[in-house]
């Protein structure tokens, strides 16, 4: 089993994450949530305080005679990490808190032949400045970028309208420009981990995740576990020719295509998301479409009716199934997420329809829903990466033997290895064999002490 340091290690760990998932919460609180005695909560309080990872966070008043109780919580400056998005216009960086809070964003746009690395280290730099940082406070950054990263160069591939990423080793650059480990993951990657550590696709073991914009992709987990492919490729596929026609399915899918796709039904919109969510808006199930994001000045849609919408999406249903199909036959999925801006703006009225579709084209019937809010973008995926990355760093690692894979997704929290996330990041010091282990091995398996 281990001796009490291993025990004391696994107990620190479990009173944090209880305290991250229903904090604030008193000693009494806590003692129950991971079944500790008074004496040894006082203790594991006290010890956590003094490691300035806990802190006292006012009291909760017991309503009768005698003290108010002292409440506890997670100190949220224990640690920081940043997300990054790299696209071809721009990147943007988040950075977060132990506890998950984004304390800053800063966003940049930069012409396609401009050197990137000189950008994003700036970047960084005024992110950092503007969270009141210094540069030593960040622990962990996770880049999120269009393509796939070859797990024995570095290299990114599938990526040639990102001109100024090739030809070298992305994580290596990327953590000497920056001075600090850097993991490098595909973007639709992340928005998958996101999703299955705290959104939609949370307590789901196999999930396929359609992602629809300005490229098309997917992110696949199999068995509580983000399936790369064996290069790093699984899920690039925007040039797979669908139907008899052999048409890619970035032809059909890419936002352009749903905008020409739109005005073939006489619905004359700026975007294709803004078609999708317009006719989504006129259809019998539209207060089901999550809410918009803050509006930019944008021409209105025009050409509308319900009918037009009825087809519209109708249509675009047809297309989304017919790229679907094959992976839900083949890998059986409990959950089709659809993400982008296309999956995001269908919200509902899309999913419901490619259900249906879908439940009539195959065997097998797994729901489908749109992405949550909360992870709808690369840059919130690479953020939460970055903040589970944080957490076994500072909550420790603790040693035992692999339990089952089965889990509580109520209860205990669903850390990276869960997904076949290594939890050490890609050094620029380490040869691609390691690189590639790096990259490939399946981390144990992490438990919080029984509650």
Excluded: C
């Amino acid at each position: 089993m281990g001796g009490p340091r291993v025990l004391r290690a696994i107990n620190d760990r479990a009173a944090l994450f209880a305290l991250l998932r229903h904090g604030p919460l008193t000693r009494i609180e806590l003692e129950q949530r991971i079944g500790l005695s008074k004496p040894a909560a006082a203790e594991l309080l006290r010890r956590l305080e003094q490691a300035e990872l806990v802190r006292r966070a006012g009291h909760r008043e017991n309503g009768g005679p005698g003290p108010n109780a002292q409440l506890w919580s997670v100190n949220p400056d224990a640690g920081f990490a940043a997300g990054v998005d790299v696209r071809p216009s721009g990147m943007s960086v988040g950075i977060a808190d132990l506890t998950g809070t984004v304390r800053v964003e800063r966003h940049q746009e930069i012409t396609p032949d401009r050197d990137p690395l000189p950008v994003l280290r700036r970047l960084m730099r005024s992110a950092v400045r503007a969270a009141r940082l210094g540069a030593d406070d960040l622990r962990r950054t996770v880049v999120g970028i269009s393509g796939s990263i070859d797990p024995v160069t570095g290299r990114l591939e599938y990526a040639q309208h990102m001109p100024a990423w090739l030809g070298f080793d992305v994580p290596g650059r990327l953590s000497a420009a920056l001075g600090m480990p850097v993991t490098v993951e595909n973007d639709v990657n992340l928005v998958a981990i996101g999703e299955s550590l705290q959104g939609a696709a949370r307590g789901y073991r196999d999930v396929v995740l359609l992602w629809m914009g300005e490229g098309v992709a997917a992110g696949l987990i199999v068995d509580g576990r983000l399936h790369r492919g064996s290069r790093g490729g699984a899920g690039e596929l925007d040039l797979a020719p669908i139907g008899a026609g052999g048409q890619a399915l970035a032809d059909l899918l890419e936002s352009e295509r749903v905008r020409e796709l739109a005005l073939r039904h006489k619905i004359v919109a700026a975007h294709g998301r803004a078609a999708v969510r317009a006719a989504a808006d006129r259809v019998e199930d539209a207060p089901a479409v999550p809410p918009a994001p803050p509006a930019r000045t944008a021409p209105p849609v025009t050409g509308l009716t319900p009918l037009r919408a009825e087809r519209f999406l109708d249509d675009l249903a047809d297309r989304i199934a017919q790229g679907l199909v094959g992976a839900v036959a083949l890998l059986d999925p409990e959950l089709v997420l659809l993400g982008g801006d296309i999956g995001q703006s269908g919200g509902h009225p899309v999913a419901r329809r490619v259900a249906e579709r879908l439940h009539g084209a195959t065997a097998h019937r797994p729901v489908v829903r749109a992405v949550g809010e909360r992870f709808a973008s690369v840059l919130d995926g690479a953020t939460a990466v970055a903040v589970h990355q944080l957490r076994d760093l500072v909550f420790g690692d603790p040693t035992g033997p692999p339990g089952d894979e089965t889990h509580d997704p109520g209860d205990r929290p669903r850390v990276l290895a869960d997904l076949g996330w290594s939890t050490r990041p890609l050094s620029a010091d380490a040869p691609p064999a390691a690189r590639h282990d790096t990259l490939t091995a399946t981390a144990q398996q992490h438990r919080e002490a029984p509650a």
